[in-house]
C-alpha cells in the first residue's frame, strides 16, 4: 500500500473504528514527519507507521516515528536487527512483526516483539510462501503470548470473523480498501481492481539463487514483463562481480517503489505495477471506509 496507504486513508480508518497504517515505502523522513502529522490533524485515534527495513534511510524514519511519539511501528521488507527493536521499545512505541513460521514467530518473541502478524501467499505486493490458511492453523494455537492478525486473502465480514473465532486478534487487509473512495488512487488503478479476476493477481518468479527475489504479486501486465528483463540483468552483473547482491535486490525493490506509483498514482496500470492480493476478484465495488468497516465488523457484535 505504498503511495496509497496515506494520512487520508489511514485517518479515515481509524476513525471508522480501526487502525489504519502509514506505509512509507521510500518517503524521505521529512515527508513521513508531514504524513505522520497531517493524519494526526485528522483523527485523534489511534494508527501505526510501516517502515521498510531495507530503507537505507531506516534510521533517519526511525528517528521521525521516535520523535513524532506514534505509538505502534509494523517493521516489513525483512528481518530487522535488534537495535532497531530495542530503539523503537525504548521509546515505547509498539513493536509488531512478521511471523512467516511457527519457529520464526518465537523467535520475534524473544527478540521483543509486540504484535505479530502472519500473512499468507494471497496477499498482494510482496509476499511469503505459505497461505494464509495454512499459517493461521499453524501460528494461531501455538501462540498467546501477543496478539496476532491475519493477513492475505481476506475481502469479507465472514472470513474476518472466521479467522477472529480462530483466534486471530484481527485482519490485515490491503486490496479492499483501494477502491475506497478515500483512498487516493488513481481512477485508472481502481477501475483495474474493480475489473479484475482473482486468478489475474500473479506472483513474479525468482530466475536464480544468486539473487533472491522476494515474491510479488500484482495483476500480469508490461510491467510484469519489465521486471522480469531487470531481474535477468542484475542477475549477470552479480555473476560478473560488477554489482554486489545487496545493492541489487534494492535495485530491484526500488524498481516496485516507482512502478508501484507509476500506476497507483499516474494511473499507467499497463506498465505500472498494479499490486493486488488474490482477494481482488472479490472486489467489485467502490465504498467509502465507513461502509466497508461496517462489512467487515458486522458479524463480530
Known sequence: ???????????AISEAGGFGVLASGNMPPAKLRQEIQ?????TANPFGVNLITLNPELPELLRVAIEERVSHCVLAGGLPDQPTIDALKQANIKVILFAPSLALA???????????????????????PVSTSVLVQEILPHLEEVPVFAAGGIANGKMVAALVAMGAAGCQLGTRFVVAHECIAHANFKNAFLRAQSRDAQVTAQFDSVLPVIPVRALVNKGTQNFNSLQLRLIQEVKAGTKEKKAAQLELEHFWVGALKRAAIDGDVENGSVMAGQSVGLVNSAQSVGAIMEELTSLLR
Open 1 to 11: 500500500m505504498a503511495w496509497l496507504s496515506e494520512h487520508n486513508l489511514v485517518s
Open 106 to 128: 518465537k523467535r520475534l518473541l524473544k527478540r521483543g516483539a509486540d504484535a505479530l502478524i502472519i500473512e499468507g501467499h494471497e496477499a498482494g505486493g510482496h509476499v511469503g
Open 38 to 42: 497531517a493524519t494526526r490533524a485528522r
